[in-house]
């Protein structure tokens, strides 16, 4: 029988620097007195700490703050130049950068348009889109989100094709990635850094059991259990696009890439088609979304609360599109009516909430979070269906809210995950310095 392992001085001192890191990231600047305070050491070991750390690089003074006549005290921080950390977006169409210090100040972004046929090899790609957000520094991590899975097992991209992603299907795909671009990577599905992202700062904080549904031109899901996400086997957990559901037509009359399942039924062609039907006008998906949404609530400014939660673009045409449908709602423009409105939104929340059932059913989560542009642009009016639907199929009545993350969530989740990884790097290695 083992008894417990004593403690190393390197090992004290790892755990002490930890705290006083952790401490100064979350609280400071601060003084040598509060450090020692707010992390339970003694005087001279905060002491030795800080000059330790100093030493390191991983701390710098920063400035002094006047206390009693006479009395002044050193304040300590970060050092934000210590270690950066890099996300990337990866789409059909652009290629999204961002750079973060090690306090989590973002030090530069950078959009490469791609198109659907890109130049170059899929490192070039990468490495210009890094290079474009002009770090002060190589980063020392990256993270990539993008519309696919990584197989853990296999090493290889799954769930998308080579046509949806070109250059991408390589065998040993992140050690491949980290030794073209001189600096290591981690693949992520996009919709799990969203998860990410509404857990640390979203409408997800502080529940453990959820589901996360992002719903726009493509369908997709991330699963948090245990305040834990949820990969799967092969990396394929949340691809609920491919799930089958009654309506619509499966993977053996199609093919499994070709649209079928949950996707074909609540795909952003298949919405639009619904709301085309019923006669609701609006240029793209978005805006006929939000038109529905504006004109079945007879009010337009204040229903699309979730509007501004998704990339920027997204916000933009979702905030216009509901301007234009409050114009026509309250100015008669052509259109339709509150009540066919209604129907064709309830229409769409009905089929959305088919898939949800599913996923309720086994997973039994506590919280539903609604992101993507398409159920964004209906807003309230449009979570408050799919909730009513939802809890009139199930048993379990978890409750649904829209996203709360503002800007780009992906480049949220992925960066937050960098950081995280170089912040564990940086901090465990202190302790053994000397």
Do not use: C
Request: proline share 6%.
């Amino acid at each position: 029988m083992s008894g417990p392992v004593p403690g190393t001085p390197s090992l004290l001192r790892a755990i002490n620097d930890r705290a006083a890191l952790r401490v100064l990231l979350e609280r400071g600047p601060l003084t040598r007195p509060e450090i020692g305070a707010l992390t339970g050491l003694s005087k001279p070991t905060a002491s030795q700490l800080l000059l330790r750390l100093q030493e390191a690089g991983l701390v710098v003074l920063d400035g002094i703050r006047q206390g009693l006549p006479g009395r002044t005290a050193e304040l300590y921080r970060i050092n934000p130049a210590a270690a950066y950390a890099a996300a990337l977006d990866v789409t059909t169409t652009r290629i999204e950068a961002r750079v973060a210090d090690l306090s989590g100040a973002v030090v530069g972004e950078h959009t490469l348009p791609t198109g659907p046929r890109p130049r170059g090899t899929l490192i070039d790609r990468l490495r210009a889109a890094l290079a474009g957000a002009a770090a002060p520094a190589p980063p020392r991590r990256v993270v990539i989100g993008v519309q696919a899975a990584l197989d853990p097992v296999t090493g290889r991209l799954g769930y998308a094709t080579a046509r949806d992603m070109p250059g991408w299907h390589i065998d040993d795909l992140e050690p491949a990635l980290t030794e073209g671009l001189g600096v290591p990577v981690s693949v992520e599905n996009n919709v799990n850094l969203v998860a990410m992202a509404e857990q640390a700062h979203g409408s997800a904080r502080g529940t453990p059991d959820f589901v996360l549904l992002w719903a726009d031109e493509g369908i997709g899901a991330a699963i948090v259990l245990g305040g834990r996400l949820h990969r799967g086997a092969t990396g394929g957990a949340g691809e609920v696009g491919y799930m089958p559901t009654p309506g619509a037509p499966t993977a053996r009359e199609t093919g499994q890439y070709a649209d079928h399942g949950y996707q074909a039924l609540t795909g952003g062609a298949a919405v639009l088609r619904v709301l085309r039907s019923h006669g609701v006008p609006g240029a793209d998906l978005r805006q006929a979304v939000a038109h529905a949404a504006a004109t079945a609530a007879g009010t337009a400014a204040g229903t699309v609360t979730g509007a501004g939660t998704v990339a920027d673009a997204v916000a933009d045409a979702a905030a216009d599109a509901v301007a234009d449908a409050a114009a026509d709602a309250v100015g008669g423009a052509a259109g339709v009516g509150a009540e066919v409105a209604g129907v064709a939104l309830r229409e769409v929340a009905a089929r959305l909430a088919v898939g949800l059932a599913a996923i309720t059913s086994v997973v039994d989560p506590g919280l539903i979070v609604l992101t993507g542009g398409a159920v964004l642009a209906g807003g309230e009016t449009l979570r408050a269906l799919i909730e009513q639907e939802l809890h009139a199929l199930t048993i379990a009545r978890p409750r649904v809210r829209l996203s709360a993350v503002r800007g780009n969530p992906v480049l949220a989740g992925a960066l937050d995950l960098a950081l995280a990884t170089v912040r564990d790097e940086i901090f465990d290695s202190t302790g053994s310095r000397r």
